[in-house]
């Protein structure tokens, strides 16, 4: 089979490899039809993160092809989806529907221990837990995005902790940050103010119901979000972006008593955190990967009833065998393109 | 009237100065009856906040000896305690008992702004707000504790978001962590592990129902806590200490997807947050002040009806004249010395 | 100065009287702007209440004319909207928000105790706690409906503890299950399926983003929900009507675990409550007055900021002196009436 | 097998039955070491519940004697409890751990549809939802509250909603009253009054932190916890009775605002719902058949760390040939008589 892998920063191949077999008699192998780049996976080819070569990608769509003997939920031919996100699917942990908190550990995706989603076939342990059967009424934009970005978003807006009619700042306007500043209406917000450098991201968040601010810098962004609540700060923030730049802006930006809730990948140096500050403010930060699992609870119906918008978020279609120019384009992190589509 | 001064890091005096005069029409004057050295008053005692001369102290019980026309809920004669915080008691922010989210923001005692309750008298902006009488039931150390240590260790417990039957890390057993433990398991901790260097705090800890935990750095505070926890680690860790080694330590004993609560007065210098761990793990980091108001809602009755114990944290006594020997023994940190009152 | 007057069921005048005086020195006196009928008027004049001659009406909008010295918040001029639940304003139940857990009992304007506020002067007490300035912003339709119905509508869907996604069934279409149709969708529920016999209240769920069902009796109100929940029952039913066939139909149309809120004034008649069954299956019953005061903290954001729509429920207005008029034409309770509004 | 049947109201015999199979391929059989009787087995064997003849008993302690071949997580040997209310184990309702919202719906041991505990040997369906191996440090007498009445207490509390500090007033002392009571303290309730016409009952429940009122007839029970509540209501009232009679004393006894939680077996009429007077006050009526599972995630650990007492509870023990003398002791509901252990 074919799969995508990051040599090194910015090198992206298509390689052939052996099939995957059945990694367990819990697991199964699923033919992707869809996958998708993850702004995590830009990370990798970025170099933040050292960890190449390496089969990349963890949201995908198929149809299993091949289950283990101790799958009770999936039949060969069923159409799923794959939360990028993996645990044993047996612990108590694992029973919350957050994979972070499985007892054996989480894994992810295409991040060296287990397959990556970018490729012709996967392999996925624990497929009771891991894999959810595409929903009626779900599309197939909407199917890839609950692999990961969409319940990202989600369970960022939910642990920003914030009360009906409250304020929330969201920074970074990317695949995430849209979908948090969706989310955060679908959950009552009062008013979301958004950031981003980039116009067409900032359209797409106004079309969603936010209201753009026009800064970069930490002090524009508190200076604007003061503005807008009447000198008070933003009730919560979230940082879908996670650089010590969006770290600062959203520290100056919370109000006193106020949330932070961080959703990006941070690169692997520590962040100077003013504590003593924080202590003095009340400040929360809540540091989040996707309970994916448990985020599809809340999100089928939603997404099902049409009362959370999944749509103009795949802005690109290439196939497998382009995957260095799909990686080129997304890169690129333009308006233009807000996120790439493979279809093998 | 008499108040105690620290005027460079480690040198102390009790200087006369004039009576204060109401602070306002909402305010009144209270004449001290006992004051409190507290954790954080040692902070500027040792240099690490810059805020020298200062008159300190924020822990305060006494009788209201004036009180302005504005305010309805005291009269002259009564006995109070004296919310170590001070917000306007009128805005939105105060509504919620939390004077950190104040809209004018919110004033400390005995940092500058507002006189230091280790006096003979203390000025009381918003009294209403700011007040309240000593309850019956309540005895004197409570009243004491009522101001400030208690609701600190109530609060940092309630916001390291235990469930029943969990199991929390107490790093710190001075008289804020002492409360945690206790407030933790009124709160339905199932167990509390306990780390502190000194032997006489382990004690009164163990007392209250904590197990101690033999370790001191961060590795061996993970090790044991991990042992302790069957390898998943502690779902909270309150860290009621505030330097780079316990926040080192809370971040290595907490289990995935769980809380840490810091209470303490970091330095200030930032700390190196491991923020891309803290994603990958989905930790939550509550940084608080106490919202002391609030607080007593949950505490008197508590106390009152013996519910949370209160003895055993006052071990020195000591008059105000004395102010230099009494800051000498509580920086010493000893077991024996938990926390030191005056009887002015 | 006029007010109306239930002289007995079904009869309805304006009568002189003697101008309101303060109430008490933290109390105001209300030049009536705007006011209207409530759905709980509708049971004193269709006799389910035996409280007559009462000087009815609790929603009302108009100027400050009078304020006692105790007024810290409003002036002479200043355009409020009044509560139609009063309490003390100083105990520790009405710092909640929630006048009904008032220390000294809540009163609620038009209902024998105080003044009417279908009249041209209403007398308030405790004008701090019970009276909101009209926010920058709010139309006159949003600020009446402030003072009651939206905040029972929000505070019934709070209280029916729906989770994001979550199904809810509303029970009467009136203005007051219209607003909790809304308040649903902006709390996050998936799917709010509605029942009313009338077409024209019909028509204002649907347009609100409801699923109309077509059901009269509680066995077709069952079998409605089962069937569009999969065969599970709602997660929540909001009754906003009270009466013992709606609650039949709750009960019959919740599923196991799940939640009612009862929001409408039911006849002084005990329900016969299926207890055995209600343990059986874990269902909870939950019996709402609008907390209005804490509710005005969530809904005023989301009434300025347009998420939350206050449109299309006033549909008649009438002058105060055709009070007969007005009262025959609400108690149609037709499609084309939902809501009455006084211009004295 | 010997199995206790209840033949008619007031008759229990011992009755020969066949061994029982495997109900399932995810099913089990074990082999009672332990039963007991609860108080909802009286009123089948008061006749309340026309339910006979009738193989009754719902909770048991034993091991594991047969296996089915989708058993995971046990094996033959294994010394298990076994949870009272039983559900499918694979929908979205046992997810949650609450059998009650189980998809194909809750079945109860020992009420027709499955075999009574109070046998030799007992089948048992979806073995890995409903069993847990007893857990290190966990009595006897603590393994067999497990399977209910301690659930139904610490439920019972839980969903009384109560707030640290709070009062809570339990009616009805028997062994689901007494757990209330201890798991309320544990919960973080700041008194606990207790009200039981029975002297050894109050006298536990006195042992345990309560403090018990006189009080025997509704108005009675209203009076003396105004009394203690300085004219307030208890804030929650955990009802473990569910008659009429306890229901009417609850509706009397809480605050406004406040939460009577049902745990009681009420007779099949229907209950004369205060309904309106319930919406003028905002009160909450909880009806609450114990999640078990869920609550073992919560009690197991409180257990084993000695948190919540469980002894004290277990005062006869009678032979299983001897069931019909120890329905004759425990349907007496004498202060000597709290609860009977079957030891086959």
Not at 63 to 82: K, N, Q, W
Request: glycine share 12%; charged share 20%.
């Amino acid at each position: 089979m074919r799969t995508v892998v990051v040599e090194e920063p910015g090198r992206v191949s298509v390689q052939e490899r052996l099939d995957p077999e059945l990694p367990s008699a819990d697991g199964a192998v699923v033919a992707v039809e869809a996958s998708a780049i993850c702004g995590s996976d830009l990370h990798l080819y970025d170099g933040d993160l050292p960890l190449f070569p390496v089969a990349i990608g963890h949201e995908a769509v198929g149809r299993v092809v091949e289950v283990g003997p101790d799958v009770a939920r999936f039949a060969v031919g069923d159409r799923v989806l794959v939360a990028a996100v993996a645990g044993c699917g047996r612990c108590d942990g694992c029973a919350t529907g957050d994979p972070v908190t499985c007892r054996a550990g989480p894994r992810v995706f295409g991040a060296g221990e287990l397959g990556g989603a970018q490729s012709d076939l996967l392999a996925v342990p624990a497929a009771d837990f891991q894999l959810l059967e595409v929903p009626e009424g779900v599309s197939d934009e909407a199917a890839l995005l609950l692999t990961d970005n969409l319940a990202t978003g989600w369970a960022g807006a939910r642990r920003a902790e914030l009360a009906p009619g409250g304020t929330v700042a969201v920074l970074g306007l990317g695949a995430v940050g849209l979908c948090a500043v969706r989310a955060a209406l679908v959950q009552g917000a009062g008013r979301v103010l958004a950031v981003d450098p980039v116009e067409g991201r900032r359209r797409r968040a106004a079309a969603a119901g936010a209201t753009i601010l026009d800064a970069s810098t930490a002090d524009a962004v508190r200076d604007a979000v003061f503005e807008a609540t009447d000198g008070r700060g933003a009730d919560a923030v979230i940082d879908a972006v996670a650089t010590d730049a969006t770290l600062d802006a959203a520290f100056a930006a919370v109000r006193a008593g106020g949330t932070i809730s961080v959703l990006g990948v941070h690169d692997m140096a520590p962040y100077p955190l003013p504590v003593l500050t924080g202590v003095y403010r009340s400040i929360t930060l809540r540091m989040t990967t996707a309970p994916v699992q448990a985020a599809w609870r809340d999100l089928v119906p939603l997404v099902q009833d049409g009362r959370l918008d999944t749509t103009g978020i795949f802005t690109h279609d290439f196939a497998l065998d382009d995957a260095a120019a799909a990686y080129e384009a997304a890169a690129a992190r333009s308006g233009d393109c807000m996120k790439v589509r493979f279809h093998p």
